[in-house]
C-alpha cells in the first residue's frame, strides 16, 4: 500500500539548495542522506586511534615489493561517477603492502576484499572525528568515501573502489584500484601491485603517515603520479577532464551550466551516449576526482556554488 506525503515547502528548498551544493540530483541527495544516517547511526564501531599505524611507511618493508605486473587502466571511457575521492586509493594499496608475503606474492581478490571489510570501518570513524573537529566543508571531507561496517555500504566500497572479480561477460576485474592501473591480478590469481602502483603506495600520505589533521587527502607527489597515470594511460577518462576544465575555464562554472555542457558532449546520441539521468552522477563524479587532485575549487555563496579552476588546471590548459 503506497501513501503520499506533503514535504514543507521550506523543507523542499533546503533539500534542493543542500542537493545542488553536492552537484546532485534530489533523488540522488536524499539517497545519500539515507546511507549516511544508517551508517551513522551504528555506534558499534571501535576508533582506535592506533588503527592507521601498521599502514606507516615507517612500518612497511620495502623488500616486498620486488613483484610487479603490467596494469590495465580503464581505457574504454570514463571513470565511474561512484569513484568521487582519492584516499581510498592510498588506503586499498597500503593495505595490500602489508599482505605480501616475504617473496612478494600478493592475496587473492577474495582475502584481499576479506581483510579491507573487516579493517576499514574504524578508519571511516577516526577520519570522521577530525573532520568535524575542523569543520572541513563537504567535498572536503576525507571520511565521506569510507564505509562503516554495514554490509550493503562497505560492499559498495569494496565494488567501486577496491576491486571486483570479472562477472559474466566481463573481460576484466573492476574497482578504482584496478581501473586506474596501480594493481593487476596475476595468473594465478593473486592481487599485485603495478610499476605504478608501487611508485604511488612508496609515497608519503599526509593522513595515513602524518596525521588524519594534516590537511590535504593526497600530497602533491600523490596527486602528480595519480595526473601522470591519467594522462598517460586512460585517454577517455583525461579527455573528460579537460572537458570540464575548458568548460570552467569559459564560464560553465555552475551545476547547472556545466551539467548542459556535458550533456551535449556526452548525453543521449552521442558516441558515450550517457542518460540524462547518469550524467549528474558523472559531473559529481568527475568534480571529486579533480578537487582530490588539485584541479577545482568550489566557492559557496548562500545558497549557490561555483567552480573555479586551480593554477594546476590552468597549467594545463597552456
Not at 108 to 127: E, K, N, S
Not at 217 to 232: D, F, H, K
Not at 263 to 287: C, D, F, Q
Not at 300 to 314: G, K, L, Q, S
Request: charged fraction near 20%; glycine fraction near 8%; proline fraction near 5%.
Amino acid at each position: 500500500m503506497e501513501a503520499t506525503v506533503s514535504l514543507p515547502t521550506s523543507l523542499i528548498e533546503r533539500l534542493m539548495s543542500d542537493a545542488n551544493e553536492l552537484d546532485l540530483s534530489i533523488s540522488q541527495y536524499c539517497q545519500l542522506l539515507l546511507e549516511n544516517h544508517l551508517q551513522d547511526e551504528d555506534n558499534t564501531v571501535i576508533a582506535d586511534p592506533m588503527v592507521l599505524d601498521p599502514l606507516k611507511l615507517s612500518n612497511l618493508d620495502n623488500s616486498r615489493l620486488n613483484n610487479t605486473l603490467q596494469g590495465n587502466p580503464l581505457t574504454e571511457g570514463a571513470l565511474s561517477g561512484h569513484i568521487n575521492r582519492l584516499l581510498p586509493l592510498k588506503y586499498g594499496c597500503r593495505v595490500l603492502w602489508t599482505m605480501l608475503d616475504e617473496q612478494g606474492a600478493g592475496p587473492t581478490i577474495h582475502d584481499f576484499r576479506a581483510a579491507i571489510r573487516v579493517g576499514v570501518a574504524p578508519v571511516r570513524t577516526i577520519l570522521k572525528n577530525y573532520d568535524e573537529l575542523h569543520g572541513r566543508e563537504r567535498g572536503s571531507r576525507t571520511h565521506s568515501s569510507f564505509p562503516n561496517g554495514e554490509r550493503s555500504a562497505t560492499n559498495r566500497f569494496l565494488n567501486h573502489y577496491m576491486i571486483r572479480r570479472a562477472r559474466t561477460g566481463e573481460k576484466k576485474p573492476s574497482g578504482a584500484l584496478y581501473d586506474f592501473g596501480l594493481i593487476g591480478v596475476d595468473d594465478s590469481g593473486r592481487v599485485q601491485f603495478t610499476s605504478a602502483g608501487k611508485r604511488f603506495v612508496k609515497e608519503s600520505n599526509p593522513i595515513i603517515d602524518e596525521s588524519p589533521d594534516s590537511g590535504p587527502s593526497l600530497s602533491p607527489t600523490e596527486r602528480a603520479l595519480i595526473v601522470s597515470q591519467v594522462r598517460n594511460n586512460m585517454g577517455k577518462e583525461w579527455m573528460y577532464m579537460r572537458h570540464i576544465i575548458d568548460g570552467i575555464h569559459i564560464g560553465s562554472n555552475t551545476p547547472t551550466s556545466l551539467l548542459s555542457r556535458i550533456l551535449r558532449r556526452y548525453g543521449p546520441g552521442t558516441k558515450a551516449n550517457w542518460s540524462e539521468s547518469v550524467i549528474p552522477h558523472m559531473r559529481s563524479g568527475v568534480l571529486g576526482r579533480m578537487q582530490a587532485l588539485g584541479f577545482i575549487e568550489r566557492i559557496f555563496t548562500a545558497n549557490r556554488v561555483e567552480y573555479c579552476i586551480t593554477p594546476a588546471a590552468i597549467h594545463i590548459l597552456d
